[in-house]
């Protein structure tokens, strides 16, 4: 049955099949302003955009099912990879939508609201299913550009705006550096497709023009996932956006951005196996990773904004997903997409959580949630939760997805490997550091007294998205197996 409904799309859309999933997507971006003009409702617009999402994501699924894989225009191929990072990123915006309608700082300018976050979505579907420099700066640009209106949305908080202002100039900085990164490759080697320029350099050998032009990527996509030096801009803007927006940038932006670097230097020095300066970029990704993962969680002990805490707590988990980077492996890229998938229902549970207790009444200061276990039990254990799986307690998602990630940079080619020992073991200890500032939230949760005892009761929405999250955490560090095939598919396709 499946089988043939995908052969008769191939016929109906022959290449446009392989594009389908992100112009439904697109649909969703281009009716939203148009159902909140017609009806004003938020809720229409927000039960439209999520079942039009969800019909993509079905599609996805019985293409992936069906082995339907294939290119279109050249640009865009639908593989193994770009299909997982598909489901990834509607998976983020159909939690963003969940609990959108019910958090009061989304609810004025629907139409808006929901078109950026399809636009979002569909750029980063684009860019992660991209075979060209060109296509995939354009896909992130379209992310980029809807992400700095979607965080000045909130127009009446000065944090927002001046928020939105930061993003939009280190933003527009990064683009230049990737432009000028990706027209000095063009220059080298004549072309923009990414095998045919790691094939290329293969042949005439790596130049300082080849090696300044990926330098210049690195930097412009470092901004993309925050790693440091170029983080700055993740804990103003997470705190300064509305919280759902916060969660959504948090966990989907980022995995957009690994997406590019995966597919850009893994084609670059493994497929184009260049030979030339590879092991020398290796150690640059596992020193930027080293550095990240101990800035982020050196600085978020000292946070008494939850949302500060945890945008650098976004930064440290930034720089382990980097040590796939590093290693360049199957393996090492099978745990970094693995542990890209537990962040989004560990980081997007929490942020859910706290916006869920900011449309209760309370505030965004960690001391804010004094004895919030006897006035909300569940909520205090469902945070509970997502925390100590972003430390990596067993046996939680986050501990399953850590194991197989730092395991990546010990176990390379099937044997113990000595040379990135040094990175998993800094990577251990980042997890350990971190559990202090996720256990001082619990502990101000479970041991200091509320300043009242009134109970905390959230709209039905929330707690519904809260659910799906704590389920993700408990299933895949408990049955890991359900997702790490598809993530080891996935890696070979890269490879």
């Known amino acids: 049955m499946f089988e043939s409904f995908a052969e008769s799309l191939v016929e109906a859309f022959g290449q446009v099949t392989y594009i389908l999933?992100?112009?439904?997507?697109?649909?969703?971006?281009?009716?939203?302003?148009?159902?909140?003009?017609?009806?004003?409702?938020?809720?229409?617009v927000a039960g439209a955009s999520f079942a039009i999402i969800a019909i993509s994501a079905i599609l996805v699924m019985i293409m992936m099912h069906t082995v339907t894989y294939g290119t279109a225009f050249g640009m865009f191929e639908f593989d193994p990879f770009s299909?997982?990072?598909?489901?990834?990123?509607?998976?983020?915006?159909?939690?963003?939508?969940?609990?959108?309608?019910?958090?009061?700082?989304?609810?004025?300018?629907?139409?808006e609201?929901?078109?950026?976050?399809?636009?979002?979505?569909?750029?980063?579907?684009?860019?992660?299913?991209?075979?060209?420099?060109?296509?995939?700066?354009?896909?992130?640009?379209?992310?980029s550009i809807s992400s700095y209106a979607l965080v000045a949305l909130k127009k009446n908080d000065p944090r927002?705006?001046?928020?939105?202002?930061?993003?939009?100039?280190?933003?527009?900085?990064?683009?230049?550096?990737?432009?000028l990164g990706m027209s000095m490759i063009y220059g080298v080697t004549g072309t923009l497709n990414i095998e045919t320029i790691g094939a290329k350099v293969a042949v005439m050998g790596a130049n300082w023009a080849f090696i300044l032009?990926?330098?210049?990527?690195?930097?412009?996509?470092?901004?993309?996932?925050?790693?440091?030096?170029?983080?700055?801009?993740?804990?103003?803007?997470?705190?300064?956006?509305?919280?759902?927006?916060?969660?959504?940038?948090?966990t989907a932006s980022k995995k957009m951005g690994f997406a590019v670097l995966f597919k850009i230097f893994f084609a670059l020095f493994v497929i184009g196996s260049t030979g030339v300066f590879t092991l020398e970029f290796q150690y640059v990704f596992a020193i930027i990773a080293a550095i990240t993962m101990t800035v982020g969680n050196l600085v978020a002990i000292s946070q008494s904004n939850i949302k500060r805490m945890l945008a650098y707590s976004s930064v440290a988990q930034a720089g382990y997903i980097m040590i796939a980077l590093a290693v360049m492996s199957q393996y090492a890229t099978?745990?970094?997409?693995?542990?890209?998938?537990?962040?989004?229902?560990?980081?997007?549970?929490?942020?859910?959580?706290?916006?869920?207790?900011?449309?209760?009444?309370?505030?965004?200061?960690?001391?804010?949630?004094?004895?919030?276990?006897?006035?909300?039990?569940?909520?205090?254990?469902?945070?509970?939760?997502?925390?100590?799986?972003?430390?990596?307690?067993p046996p939680l998602a986050g501990f399953t997805s850590k194991f197989v990630l730092f395991s990546g940079a010990i176990f390379v080619d099937g044997a113990v490997s000595m040379q990135w020992m040094w990175l998993a073991f800094i990577a251990v200890i980042n997890s350990a550091i971190s559990l202090y500032y996720y256990a001082r939230v619990v502990k101000t949760m479970y041991i200091e007294k509320p300043a009242c005892d009134d109970k905390i009761v959230v709209p039905a929405?929330?707690?519904?998205?809260?659910?799906?999250?704590?389920?993700?955490?408990?299933?895949?560090?408990?049955?890991?197996?359900?997702?790490?095939?598809?993530?080891?598919?996935?890696?070979?396709?890269l490879f």
């Open 21 to 44: 999933p992100q112009v439904i997507v697109l649909i969703a971006a281009l009716l939203a302003p148009l159902l909140h003009f017609a009806t004003k409702d938020g809720k229409i």
């Open 83 to 111: 299909s997982l990072m598909m489901l990834l990123f509607m998976a983020v915006a159909f939690l963003t939508i969940m609990v959108s309608p019910v958090h009061v700082e989304t609810t004025k300018h629907a139409g």
């Open 113 to 143: 609201y929901y078109s950026l976050i399809a636009a979002i979505v569909a750029g980063m579907m684009f860019a992660a299913s991209a075979t060209t420099l060109l296509a995939i700066f354009i896909g992130v640009e379209v992310v």
């Open 160 to 179: 927002a705006s001046e928020a939105a202002v930061k993003y939009l100039i280190i933003g527009a900085f990064s683009s230049a550096l990737t432009l």
């Open 213 to 250: 032009g990926c330098i210049g990527m690195i930097a412009g996509y470092g901004f993309k996932i925050a790693a440091v030096p170029f983080h700055s801009w993740a804990p103003d803007v997470y705190e300064g956006a509305s919280t759902p927006v916060s969660g959504f940038l948090a």
């Open 334 to 393: 099978t745990g970094a997409l693995f542990h890209m998938f537990t962040h989004v229902v560990m980081k997007g549970g929490a942020f859910i959580m706290v916006a869920a207790l900011i449309t209760a009444g309370l505030g965004e200061k960690i001391e804010d949630y004094k004895g919030l276990a006897k006035r909300t039990p569940l909520l205090a254990a469902a945070m509970m939760l997502f925390l100590f799986s972003l430390a990596g307690i």
């Open 461 to 493: 929405p929330f707690m519904v998205a809260i659910a799906l999250c704590v389920i993700g955490v408990i299933v895949l560090g408990v049955y890991p197996e359900i997702l790490l095939e598809l993530c080891d598919k996935a890696a070979a396709a």
